[in-house]
């Protein structure tokens, strides 16, 4: 529940942080502040003994960490279009993204008539969200589409992370993500992103939740639910996230909570509960994702 409860705020913790920094330099701090935690984190429990990456192991974790960058970029961007409710909501339409992929992607984890009607409830939704937007010609529906978007790459990272994690070490995992993505942010913010930062109070909050809370704490968890649970059981913790993330919104961030909001967000928090797997303890697959060998990944997990 607390897990779901950070995540289901940092949208709003996002919005906050783009009041003083444009979004693609808000990640970066993000993700370097993320990326020290993991670190500290890895020392302090000793995961950096006899650590190596083996060169089979290279290709993958780039790719995961430029999933990971597009995903945190788009989310960023995304959220800077729209309201801190929306993005909430849209964004943790990744869970029912994520039961559609692994429909295809992990063996044994299909799709059932109960799975189906929810992500069509769930999908439903978000039309009714986007045709009252069309209906008024707000100026939010670039946003949207475009965190729809982050939530489908979020979902494609979850499964990714799902295989990966059963057999590699999550601090290469981890580190992976952040190393990659505070490079390639710093570069494209130092191209395209002229504007000054203001380092406020309020800058300093948001990266430390962004950082700590969520890149640090609720990824390393994110990572230990992955190795236990089908990531459609997943969906079952994070049931309430939407909720959160709009109430979040209108109480911190004093969005208003218009109708089709609130029933959007209702049909989105029925679908993730209708596509959540029963199962409990994981049977996850034993192939390695794709671009992972049995050899690179023997003696990487921990």
């Known amino acids: 529940m607390l897990v779901s409860i950070l995540w289901g705020a940092n949208p709003v913790a996002i919005k906050l942080g783009l009041e003083d920094a444009p979004p693609i330099r808000l990640a970066w701090m993000r993700f370097l502040v993320g990326g020290v935690v993991i670190g500290l984190w890895a020392w ?14 290279w290709r993958p974790l780039v790719f995961l960490g430029l999933l990971f960058t597009l995903q945190i970029g788009s989310m960023n961007i995304g959220t800077s279009l729209t309201s801190a409710a ?45 045709a009252h937007q069309i209906g008024r010609g707000t100026s939010t529906l670039l946003g949207d589409a475009i965190m729809v978007g982050s939530a489908f790459v979020l979902a494609e990272r979850t499964v990714y992370l799902a295989r990966a994690v059963q057999r590699y ?19 494209v913010s130092l191209a395209l992103e002229p504007a000054a930062t203001r380092w406020t109070g ?12 969520i890149a640090g704490f609720n990824f390393v968890v994110n990572l230990w639910l992955l190795r236990r649970y089908r990531p459609s059981a997943l969906a079952a913790f994070f049931l309430t996230q939407p909720i959160f993330g709009v109430i979040a919104a209108a109480l911190v961030g004093g969005d208003p909570l218009t109708l089709d909001l609130l029933l959007a967000s209702v049909a989105v928090a029925i679908g993730i509960g209708l596509t959540s797997s029963s199962e409990g303890a994981s049977t996850a697959p034993s192939e390695p994702p794709p671009g992972f060998d049995c050899a690179g990944g023997a003696g990487a997990r921990t």
């Not at 964004?91 to 429909?103: I, R």
């Open 169 to 187: 070490d999550p601090v290469k995992l981890l580190l992976s993500q952040a190393l990659i993505g505070t490079a390639i942010f710093v570069a």
């Open 44 to 57: 302090a429990t000793g995961r950096f003994a006899g650590f190596r990456v083996e060169r089979s192991e």
């Open 86 to 130: 929306h993005s909430a909501l849209l964004l943790n339409l990744y869970a029912v993204h994520t039961v559609v992929l692994a429909h295809f992607l992990i063996p044994g984890d299909r799709l059932t008539l109960r799975k189906i009607a929810g992500v069509l409830i769930a999908y439903a939704g978000i039309v009714l969200l986007f």
């Open 202 to 213: 309020r800058l300093a909050a948001s990266v430390a939740y962004q950082g700590v809370l």
